[in-house]
């Protein structure tokens, strides 16, 4: 499941991380590529310090507070987010993310990977993000504030930059729900009790749905 979402950031948490952004240091994007990725791997990446923590937090508490989120990815884990930045003739090549991330008790398994657009897509050339399927190529260029929550199986990539600045911020998701076919089922429930919800406040028929979400996430979640 591919879920596009507006207003992830709003413009003044924008404005607060290009701030941060424009002062901070950055670093190749190597850096943080599994041993395969790096061959393809073409970007820069904000350099750890306090700078990426604060922007961290922002995009982090941002995207933990959005509702589509929360019911599509249904997260248990985040990992921590970094930033990169595509100039003019950098790009990254096709590749599926790792499985596991990071070691000891901060391990976890990618389930879902997240991109938030930093930048005005007005403002550059090129630097599409390509997620490849079954039935072919999709290509997402978003708004700034905008993010896409995909599954972390999928081959991806990102179309080279000709002109301009790609500024993004990516992080991944162990979802309680391990299937996405199953987060699939719950996120449909979900957005179908609350759209009842809203048309027809507690009803009969809302209960049930909701009883059903309920008894099939306490069914499928991995705590």
Avoid at 31 to 39: D, E, I
Avoid at 117 to 140: H, M, N, Q, R, V
Wanted: proline content about 4%; some cysteine.
């Amino acid at each position: 499941m591919i879920v596009c979402m507006a207003r992830v950031l709003a413009a003044e948490e924008l404005a607060r991380i290009a701030a941060h952004l424009r002062q901070a240091s950055f670093v190749d994007g190597k850096l943080t590529a599994g041993w395969h990725a790096r061959q393809v791997k073409e970007n820069r990446q904000l350099a750890p310090g306090p700078a990426a923590e604060a922007v961290g937090r922002i995009v982090r508490e941002a995207l933990l507070r959005h509702e589509v989120f929360r019911s599509a990815a249904l997260p248990l884990k985040l990992r921590p987010i970094l930033f990169s930045r595509t100039e003019p003739g950098m790009g990254y090549g096709t590749h599926v993310d790792d499985a596991v991330m990071g070691r000891d008790e901060a391990a976890m398994r990618s389930d879902i990977s997240v991109t938030v657009f930093l930048s005005d897509p007005s403002g550059y050339d090129g630097g599409e993000l390509i997620l490849e399927g079954a039935g072919g190529e999709s290509g997402y260029k978003l708004e700034a504030g905008a993010a896409i929550a995909y599954p972390s199986t999928s081959l991806h990539r990102v179309s080279p930059v000709a002109a301009g600045r790609r500024e993004v911020a990516v992080t991944w998701a162990q979802s309680m729900v391990r299937s996405a076919e199953r987060r699939e089922i719950l996120f449909d429930l979900d957005t179908a009790r609350r759209a009842l919800f809203k048309a027809a406040g507690k009803s009969a028929e809302f209960d049930l749905i909701a009883k059903s979400y309920a008894n099939l996430l306490r069914q499928w979640a991995e705590l």
